[in-house]
């Protein structure tokens, strides 16, 4: 489930960084935040992070003694 968050979180990413040449091109940080809000791939940067650590801190990895 964590690798799953992970790749969700990475296709997200990759997308908000590609965006943010918007601001190289003229656009303020208010407008690139306006514009970025009512992107896909801002929920899937954060719904893959949110997912990944969920599944990272909520099932440990059992040790054998």
């Given at each position: ?25 003229g ?15 801002l ?23």
């Amino acid at each position: 489930m964590a690798l799953i968050g992970i790749i969700i979180s990475a296709i997200g990413g990759i997308g908000v960084i590609g965006y943010s040449n918007l601001v190289v091109s003229g656009y303020s940080m208010y407008e690139y935040w306006f514009f970025i809000i009512t992107r896909v791939e801002l929920y899937l940067f954060a719904g893959g992070l949110l997912l990944a650590m969920i599944s990272l801190t909520r099932f440990p990895r059992k040790r054998k003694k």
